[in-house]
Nanobody, 123 residues
Framework: QVQLVESGGGLVQAGGSLRLSCAAS????????MGWFRQPPGKEREFVAAISWSVDITSYADSVKGRFTMSRDNARNTVYLQMNSLKPEDTADYYCAASTLTMTRNGYQYDYWGQGTQVTVSS
């Protein structure tokens, strides 16, 4: 059973930073694309970022490009999302997910999901 556990969410002022972590267990992740998604209050889930587990390739939504950085630590089976210059519109529940498809941005193509961590950015 693959498990993903997010951590690192919280309340931060606009312009501040947070780093989210996602620890993976129960599977071999060398062939998985890992993704971050978010769901703002009252809105649909949206893609944020993805990283290939075996090759250091990343992809970002336009809304976060240049502010967010996704990285991985293979030894720890953990991926991170460094979020800088946060804006109130970044407020959302953030989810980590794993997919067998290469660098997909489609949430329906992710097989495993974490429980989510809440990020609130105050103005």
């Amino acid at each position: 059973q693959v498990q993903l556990v997010e951590s690192g969410g919280g309340l931060v002022q606009a312009g501040g930073s947070l780093r989210l972590s996602c620890a993976a267990s129960g599977g071999t992740f060398r062939h998985y694309t890992m993704g971050w998604f978010r769901q703002p209050p009252g809105k649909e889930r949206e893609f944020v970022a993805a990283i290939s587990w075996s090759v250091d390739i990343t992809s970002y939504a336009d809304s976060v490009k240049g502010r967010f950085t996704m990285s991985r630590d293979n030894a720890r089976n953990t991926v991170y999302l460094q979020m800088n210059s946060l804006k109130p519109e970044d407020t959302a529940d953030y989810y980590c997910a794993a997919s067998t498809l290469t660098m997909t941005r489609n949430g329906y193509q992710y097989d495993y999901w974490g429980q989510g961590t809440q990020v609130t950015v105050s103005s």
